[in-house]
């Protein structure tokens, strides 16, 4: 079978959206299906990855950041709902005694849902065009990003009583008074996760074929090039980085729901770096290779880490070597060499 | 033959779409300089003490073609460096149509309409030769912009125009990487006439061509330079005789002589320091 690279990437999309909409629901179970929901919520940043690193060369081991904002965002609202009147349950225990003002927007899901799509927005792009202005790029900008995700972690678990520390935030169960928690609860987000998904995945198809996505694989090959051809490389480059952490920032709101939790954890190094994996293993340059690569790692994960909780770890690390070496372009490679898609 | 293209050449910038032609630099200002598009007085550029470019003065005619040569460390690359924006000037001044370069950022240079081709082809490899043009396309240079960009007919029949101009127009689907190197320094000067700069820096543009190709890239320049100006760093004399009214000697960052080709070849100060040691 000899198809185009286009018929390639249309089959792929829609292969996508009948195992997220189709197979995925009619097979799995309500616990098999929360886990695909929770690997789900981390395959937007995967796909921002892609975006950023795939197709711009801008490698940040910081996404963890704008994932936890989206997860903690979430999570506070949650909440707040589920201790109302009272103040959340960690704050009484660290004797805070009035709700810190940074809290209070979130007492409104309405304000809860715009700060997660738009307060990384400002953040993200002002954080990476005075980064990239500067022409700090490559490995510098990778560790750069990587400190900030790790100072944050320890921001936030310092603050033990407005933050929950190093427990996060927890035991909540109802959204709006939906109960999040059951069977017919998870299966909703689900869907309304997947939708985002496929919403995401699509709009960053259109946006790799329009000319900025041009734009992207020249300033990735050569900035140098683009800039001579009057562009403003820099504004490019946080343009493309800001679209990633909001989808980051989605995707963490989309874990807060699945998983019913929130941890330091999410913010750091180690999701940092394990994201950047999810999206190599799938294929950097794939957006759908993303999801699956998410999905696929994220099961592996879970497997390895039941079956042998001392050496997980280097089953993860090998199968990135692995990949970087035998399939530089991860799995979507491989389907494009078994399908026979012309490049 | 080449009459008949200069001709189509003037025909399609005419008919260039809104869109593209709106924020064009307007011309009536180059009459501001005296017919003089660039000029240079007392540019001095020191790398740790170490004046690549000193005191250097010199100007460039409006729809002139005008060629650099002389030896290795002469400063001629660091010219075109300071005139693009790539290397900040620690002296003196370069104008542009009466505007002061040496202040703006490369890419804000390069929307005045000052384009600069690399020594070794600096094309976008992993797109098509028609993508590698269509990015060049001038003022449209933002996100959103890009985003929303259209390839409208105009769009396309300028590319077209511009692919036939650089004897590419049978590979405008190819992926430019797998042109030869030749064809790469074609693509790469096909990118500045897209962005339609007024004045165009040139450095060794055929480097590493076949006798054939840089015949056919003399006639390609002598085409461009209907109706732009030109500055073109070359070795190969041959090339630059087959090319240049003016030539610039430059030696150790300093002008050296300036002349017709034959003048210029029969300057005992340039005999001196090509053949003197």
Redesign the interface.
Known sequence: MNISAKQGERFAHAGLALLLLGLLPLALGPYWLNLVGKYLAFSFVAVGIVLAWGYCGILSLGQGVFFGFGGYAMAMFLKLEASAPELPDFMVWSSVEQLPFWWEPYSSFGVTLASIFLVPIPVAFIFAYAIFRKRVSGVYFAIVTIALSMTLVVLNIGQQGETGGANGITDFSTLLGFDIINDAGKKAIYWVEVGLLLAATTLAAL?LH???G??L??VR??E??????????A??KA?IFTVSAVLSSVGGAMFALQAGLVTPSLIGAVTSVELVIYAAVGGRLSVVGAVVGALLVGFTKSYLSEHYPETWLFFLGAMFIFVVWVLPNGLADLFRKILRVK? | MDNALATTSFAVASQRPESIAASQPVNAKSTLMNGKILSIEALTVSFDGFKAVDGLDMSIDENELRVVIGPNGAGKTTLLDMICGKTKPTSGSIRFRGTELSKLSDYQIVRMGVGRKFQTPSIYEDLTVAENLEISIPQVHGVWASIFFRRTKEVRERIAYVAEEIMLKDHLRMKSGKLSHGQKQWLEIGMLLMQDSDLMLLDEPVAGMSPREREETAELLKRIANGKSLVVIEHDMDFVRSIAKKVTVLHQGRLLSEGSVEEVQNDPRVIEVYLGH
């Open positions: 946006l329009s000319r900025f041009k734009l694989i020249a090959d050569r140098d090039r683009v800039r001579f051809s009057g562009f403003d490389t504004m490019i343009f490049a």
